[in-house]
């Protein structure tokens, strides 16, 4: 089977835009946007390439192939950040099999993960490790991908109470994460998991392991910090490109936390409740309730929850602070991302 080279250069060879940025320029800015913001010129590309890869042969078929895959990746993420988890992972088995006809082992691999992210955080951890388990058994693994499979895994083994396996999949994914990139690395945003990611997917990790919250705060601090460095070197990278007049302008320098940003701020509070501090709680919720509802995805909204629920202790159930507390986190959750996107 032909190996696919990237499609995907602004001067490249994959189906031009008729309007608005191209898939490069979308993987590197979903991460610090607000999902339903790009949603038209996600759908746009995503009909491109899908019409691109079905009208594709001979050498340019591989090529196709992997547009298509990261194109039908970025719905795939629409559909989870915006409330829709099971399109997310049926949207990610199309990504999947046009990873397979390009013979993109990285892009499979990703696509393994996203399944798996999405079945996480749909409530169905013993699923989201079965798609992890899927998608290691690649033997010709390279690039982050991998290291998010691993992290991705670490979260539901802790999730159902496992810290040993949970502990093990992180040091895999740590183990992972220095190995070589690969091309999709190159192309940053979404498909690069880098220091940030890795430091949030730990805190979300060892926030539900036994004894684990004072490392989870820590990691989590890191990834909130690591979050907002990369939002600033993004907005200085992302300016108009010249050449290109369908490129839009960058964020403004005084852009809002990023959704990841935000879901790191929500296990901060969580771990700060599971070391019974008040006080530390109440100081991550303000930086996370002052979050805009189109920035409220779905990873954010249930991590808000899952602190609402911590906070049921029978030992503050007539202090009014955790009262308080919890009404704002209620009024937050009320107004997630996909009401904006059903609007």
């Known amino acids: 089977m032909p190996h696919a080279s990237l499609p995907l250069s602004r001067n490249g060879s994959g189906p031009q835009a008729r309007s608005g940025p191209g898939l490069p320029a979308l993987i590197r800015r979903y991460p610090a946007a607000a999902p339903v913001d790009l949603l038209p010129d996600i759908h746009r590309l995503h009909a491109e390439h899908i019409a691109a890869e079905q009208e594709a042969a001979g050498p340019d078929a591989a090529e196709a192939a992997l547009g298509a895959s990261l194109a039908s990746d970025l719905v795939?993420?629409?559909?989870?950040?915006?409330?829709?988890?099971?399109?997310?992972?049926?949207?990610?088995d199309a990504a999947l099999i046009y990873a397979d006809r390009a013979g993109a082992h990285g892009a499979r691999i990703r696509q393994r993960a996203l399944q798996s992210l999405a079945a996480y955080w749909a409530g169905w951890p013993h699923e989201a490790l079965r798609y992890a388990r899927l998608g290691g058994i690649s033997e010709h693994a390279a690039g982050t991908g991998l290291a998010m499979l691993k992290a991705v895994e670490a979260r539901s083994h802790a999730l159902l109470g496992d810290g040993m396996a949970a502990s093990d999949a992180l040091r895999a994914a740590d183990a992972a994460a220095t190995t070589d990139p690969d091309e999709l690395d190159a192309l940053g945003g979404l498909l690069h998991f880098d220091e940030a990611r890795r430091a949030y997917f730990e805190a979300e990790t060892r926030v539900h392991i036994a004894g684990g919250a004072r490392t989870a705060a820590e990691c989590a601090l890191t990834a909130i910090r690591l979050f907002r460095d990369a939002d600033a070197a993004n907005r200085a990278e992302l300016l108009p490109d010249p050449t290109d007049p369908a490129d839009p302008p960058a964020p403004a320098a005084d852009a809002p936390m990023s959704p990841e940003a935000a879901a790191a701020t929500a296990v901060l509070a969580l771990a700060h409740a599971r070391r019974e501090s008040l006080d530390g709680v109440r100081a991550a919720l303000d930086e996370l309730l002052a979050l805009e509802p189109v920035r409220r995805t779905l990873p954010v909204v249930l991590s808000a929850a899952r602190v609402h629920a911590e906070l049921r202790r029978p030992a503050w159930i007539r202090d009014p602070r955790v009262r308080d507390m919890q009404e704002l986190i209620e009024t937050f959750c009320q107004v997630p991302a996909g009401s904006a996107a059903a609007g």
Do not use: E, M, S
């Open 76 to 92: 795939a993420r629409t559909y989870l950040d915006l409330g829709d988890p099971r399109a997310a992972v049926a949207q990610a």
